[in-house]
């Protein structure tokens, strides 16, 4: 099949080509979004050129000059890439040893039917060309000649900018003004029919010069005060000052507030104000009136006029290149602003219409309008040059120019709109347009074959399923990857543990806390700069020295620190992230790297005599022969520590105020279970218990590690509930303290008064007032420190009990991996605390979310569209209701059952793990726990302490609400624990939902066989 193409010969004819191609929908828009417009047939293309030329009848470009070439294509989605450069149509050089910027060029008619190019450089030299654009006999553009110069003048002061406008009292001709250092000169296009065949004469005559008082920066143009037929002058000086002049007569000047550095300046006529980008990166607008009425009539009271504010202001936070007003509508205007790294477009009343971020080092734009749709296009010039052409934020065309230019115009010749007009800072002056020519290369046919798009989505979601699974084993992105191959970390933790030096809060009377010794070890394959490397562990755990930084790495290098416990609480984790970051010798981004290591359990605990009875128990199935305690924990075996044959072990935990965590191996029973008086002192040992077992038995595929107790969510309850009250103080005891510190300096600024008062007076106590409320005040810091530091233990107990939930939720085997990520995502052990939002807001919002997407019984799409709010909570009753459902629904997978029935799929009734039953001896058997009691199992001996077993249930009856199904109250289901073993097992059947269980749980009476 073969296609056409159609080159743009300039941006008027671009756009028409735009327009015409919402009238043949043949037009492929993918490729004209490019800048080719591509056709399936001759006779359309044939079609599209006759309605081109007919929009264009009166140029004589699109007969001779546009390019439309058949050549062979590829049907089968092939494309042929075209050199987009920018035709070159007239050029010529501007002096020599010239320099110039931005605001030395215009384009302007001067009442004539065609522009003329008006150029002024630093030397002082005008120049006005008009380009003639004619084709030699061969059908190539002829260029410049010496003729479209018109005239050449050399003025005395340098030109800083020029421009055009009705600037002469009496007349509605355009006429030229030019800004000097000193001095800014309006000046007439006087045009003489010559009498010979050389032509007309044309003379730039001075109508009138206004002398400046400071040195000027630039200039603007404009109907100051909505008047009509007339143009006014505003010059900015290098300090500010703003010199209005109505034509031929000097009017007022003002100085802007605030001023630092001179910045672009514009005039917006809808608004009458003036818009400027100040130092600080704010733009900003006066009105003239305001400037009118507060300005000093001469120059030298200038600043004795009524202070002025801006009407609005924006910040943009960066520095303005260039700023522009084009008006697309008779109500309003855009406001363009070129900054460093994006494109700002803003209303006339300051608010922000959109912005571009752009990828390149942008050097001049010219933004303009198409009418009669009033499309706004943006032309952006990088340094690489290279031309963008934007309509707003969206790129439609893109040139290389063969000049680095400093300046863009848009202007129209004899027959030819649209044609760009670029100045380079050397003088070198262009005209071009845009265009295509096709490339040489011919791609060559491919074999079509008929797409099985059911095979296709097959391979598709395999593949998604393998790129998914690697990057969760790996878990390393191509950064990372990159990062590896420029430098090498390695870490090193030691188990040989050292005495710690350090300050500390541990309360362990008689035992020395212990030190753990990291070495990070880095090698770099090339040389690198700015290396920092930070270690992050988990309080109560700190580290001696965060951050280390190496300005320089060309060789290997090493980096010591010290983790030890620093304040008396459970430890949640050992592990230990080693995050280094750094930049590349070639610059740019900086890289990071994370590794992860794990502290040895030594750093947190040691060796004890194992405790018979304790308050909580945990209880872990597998599937494999019970191994020896010493093989799981070897570093507490020897030296008069753990026996090397012993099924049991105990240990101290430093932070655990003497609490000691038991482990115990099943004689006769594949089971392993943990005990201790403190829940949150099970975390650690329950993960790292769990954690040994997976690496003993490696090799066995099969190997399974469960749990199917049931979950301690009362004591989770109690934790945030306790956590809840310390925020709360905290907050109330901060506000007591802000509120005496504000006393104490009203106190202070009376007393002062009382002392600065040339009569004395008497202090009518305020001294002693002072003295109290500054003992009040040290009162209040004390408690504020008490506080913080309560909070902070209270941080990691509620840390603690929310990871041994979700392990023991991953234990049960009952959630898909994608539940239990969403699950600890949204319940995250991470617990960290704000002045106005804390780790309860978070945790509440994340969990109405997750019930209403991922865990929601029945998908209603307005319940997903309902917005979360972060209010700072009042109770967390609602927190522990959310708390309840989402553990109910993950444990009994009751949501997937309704998912797949919404489907139309059937599944079997997910059952409810029962625990595996140990063997009886000397004639007692494990309790049975009930299905619906899946809350807050806690052992304790047959007879409750304290107090009668009809009393504790009463009390719990009372106090603790029972959750059926995670929602409604159940009487029933709290008393389960207290039934006989054949209750039990004959009510488990009954209860189907979770339970908010009591703190007193089943009494276990199979201690024989541990």
């Known amino acids: 099949m073969e296609h056409l193409e159609v080159c743009c010969l300039s941006l008027e004819l671009f756009d028409i080509i735009c327009q015409l191609q919402k009238e043949f929908a043949w037009i492929h828009r993918s490729e004209t979004s490019a800048g080719i417009t591509m056709f399936d047939t001759e006779e359309k293309s044939s079609a599209f ?10 140029s004589f470009c699109l007969n001779q000059m546009i390019a439309y070439n058949n050549y062979a ?22 002096g020599e040893d010239e320099t110039f910027d931005q605001t030395c060029i215009i384009t302007a008619n001067f009442g004539d039917r065609y522009d003329k190019i008006v150029v002024g450089g630093h030397s002082g030299y005008v120049r006005v060309f008009q380009p003639s654009i004619e084709l030699s006999e061969d059908g190539t553009m002829n260029g410049h000649k010496p003729t479209d110069l018109l005239i050449e003048i050399h003025l005395p002061q340098p030109v800083l900018q020029i421009s055009v406008g009705r600037l002469v009292s009496g007349s509605q001709t355009e006429h030229l003004s030019v800004l000097h250092p000193r001095s800014v000169a309006v000046y007439s296009l006087v045009t003489r029919a010559g009498a010979a065949e050389h032509g007309d004469q044309i003379r730039l005559v001075l109508a009138y010069e206004h002398q400046l008082q400071r040195s000027a920066f630039c200039m603007v143009l404009g109907p100051f005060g909505g008047v009509n037929g ?44 003036f818009l400027t980008v100040t130092s600080s990166w704010h733009v900003e607008t006066y009105r003239y009136q305001v400037l009118a009425e507060a300005g000093g009539t001469n120059g030298e009271e200038f600043t004795s006029g009524r202070k002025i504010s801006a009407e609005w202001s924006h910040n943009i936070g960066e520095a303005a290149l260039d700023v522009a007003a084009v008006t697309c509508s008779t109500s309003s205007c855009d406001i363009l602003v070129l900054g460093e790294r994006n494109l700002f477009c803003l209303k006339d009343n300051g608010t922000l219409k959109f912005m571009k971020r752009l990828e390149y080092k942008p050097c001049c734009f010219h933004p303009y309008c198409i009418e009669p749709d009033g499309r706004l296009m943006v032309l952006v010039v990088t340094d690489t040059n290279t031309l963008l052409v934007y309509e707003r934020t969206r790129l439609h065309w893109s040139a290389q120019l063969v000049i680095t230019p400093v300046a863009v115009r848009r202007a129209t010749f004899e027959s030819m709109k649209g044609v760009l007009v670029l100045l380079s800072g050397k003088g070198e002056l262009q005209c071009c347009y845009l265009g295509t020519e096709p490339s040489l290369f011919m791609a060559p046919p491919l074999e079509v074959h008929a797409i099985d798009y059911e095979q296709a989505g097959k391979e598709l979601s395999e593949l998604q399923k393998v790129i998914k699974s690697y990057t969760k084993r790996n878990g390393v992105s191509l950064a990372s990857t990159a990062a590896e191959r420029e430098v090498r970390v390695t870490v090193s933790v030691s188990t040989q543990l050292e005495p710690c030096p350090f300050p500390h809060n541990v309360d362990q009377e008689g035992i020395e806390i212990p030190m753990c010794r990291i070495s990070v070890e880095l090698v770099p394959h090339s040389p690198l700069s700015k290396v920092q490397v930070s270690f992050l562990v988990h309080p109560p755990l700190t580290v001696s020295q965060v951050s280390h930084t190496i300005s320089s790495l060309c060789e290997r290098s090493y980096i010591v620190a010290y983790v030890y416990m620093e304040q008396s609480c459970d430890v949640p984790t050992l592990e230990v992230q080693v995050v280094t970051s750094y930049v590349a010798s070639g610059g740019g981004l900086p890289r990071v790297l994370n590794n992860v290591a794990q502290l040895p359990l030594k750093l947190v605990a040691s060796f004890a005599s194992p405790v018979k009875e304790a308050d909580f128990k945990v209880t872990l199935n597998t599937n494999q022969p019970v191994v020896s305690l010493s093989q799981l924990f070897p570093e507490f075996v020897g030296e008069g520590s753990m026996p090397g044959t012993s099924s049991a072990a105990g240990f101290l935990c430093y932070g655990g105020r003497g609490s000691v965590v038991t482990v115990l191996a099943a004689k006769s029973s594949q089971r392993y279970r943990l005990q201790c008086d403190s829940l949150p002192s099970l975390c650690i040992f329950t993960s790292q218990l769990v954690e040994r077992l997976n690496r003993h038995f490696a090799k066995h595929k099969d190997f399974v590690c ?15 509930g306790t956590h809840f ?7 109330n005891v901060q506000e007591e303290l802000h509120e005496r510190a504000t006393q104490f300096r009203v106190i202070q600024r009376r007393l002062l008064a009382k002392f600065k008062d040339k009569t004395p007076t008497p202090l009518t106590n305020l001294d002693m007032l002072l003295r109290d409320t500054y003992q009040h005040i040290l009162v209040s810091a004390d408690e504020v420190e008490e506080i913080q530091q309560a909070l902070s233990r209270s941080r990691c107990q509620l840390s603690c009990v929310i990871r041994l939930i979700l392990l023991m939720v991953k234990l049960m085997n009952t959630a898909t991996e994608e539940d239990y990520s969403n699950l600890q995502a949204a319940l995250t052990p991470t617990v960290y605390d704000t002045e106005e939002q804390g780790w309860e807001e978070v945790a509440d919002a994340a969990l109405s979310h997750l019930l209403r997407t991922s865990l929601a019984k029945d998908h209603n799409p307005s319940q997903r569209l309902a917005p979360i709010t972060l209010e700072p909570m009042k109770d967390i009753a609602r927190l522990k209701k959310h708390i309840s459902s989402a553990l109910d629904r993950i444990s009994k997978g009751s949501h997937r059952v309704e998912k797949e029935d919404n489907v139309g799929k059937t599944l079997k009734p997910v059952k409810s793990i029962s625990p595996i039953p140990e063997a009886v001896e000397g004639g007692h058997d494990d309790a049975v726990v009930p299905v619906g009691s899946w809350y807050g199992e806690r052992a304790v001996s047959a007879k409750p302490r304290g107090r009668s077993a009809v009393l504790l249930k009463a009390h719990l009856a009372a106090q603790t609400p029972v959750i059926s199904n995670g929602l409604s109250p159940d009487p029933e289901a709290d008393v389960s624990a207290f039934k006989t073993d054949q209750e039990c097992k004959e009510s488990s059947s009954s209860h189907v939902g979770l339970i908010e269980g009591p703190s007193a749980l089943l009494p276990s009476t199979d201690d024989d066989i541990w």
Request: aromatic content about 16%; hydrophobic content about 35%.
């Open 73 to 94: 294509h590829v049907t089968a989605g092939a494309r042929t890439y075209y050199s987009r450069e920018a035709r070159d149509l007239w050029s010529t050089q501007c």
């Open 49 to 58: 050129y006759r309605k081109v030329t007919c929009a264009y009848d009166e």
């Open 230 to 273: 007339r143009d006014f002058l505003c010059v900015q000086s290098l300090d500010g000052t703003l010199s209005f002049f109505e034509q031929e007569t000097f009017a007022f000047i003002r100085f802007l507030p605030g001023f630092l550095l001179p910045g672009p300046l514009v005039f917006l006529p809808h608004t009458d104000s």
């Open 706 to 720: 469960s749990y199917s107790s049931s979950l301690p969510v009362h004591e989770l309850f109690s934790e945030i």
């Open 725 to 731: 009250l310390f925020r709360e103080k905290a907050r």
